[in-house]
């Protein structure tokens, strides 16, 4: 059974900086790729980064060069650092799991099978 777990939003001021974790349990080998996604009232869930097995990584434009995702596999823990914080990053930050997704699909919502509960973040 597979769990993740967000934690680390909150309330930041424009130009700073936070940093999600997301826990998992229940995952295998079979897991090739996890993700970060938000979604903002109103508004689609779109995708912000993720990465596979092997740490390759992929970004959404809007997040690139701000944005850092990284995982510890001897913690099972799926990491976001995210820097130079703007307004339109506030959103609903969720994370998400799945058996296999190819590396060009890597930020479609609809190609992920397990998703956590999200862990707000407000930027003003």
Known sequence: HV???ES????VQVGGSLR???EASGLTDSHNCMGWFRQAPGKEREGVAAIGRIGDTTYADSVKGRFTISKDNAKNTLYLQMSSLKPEDTAMYYCATAIWVSPTRRLRATDYDYWGQGTQVTVS
């Open 3 to 5: 769990q993740l777990v």
């Open 8 to 11: 680390g939003g909150g309330s």
């Open 20 to 22: 999600l974790s997301c």
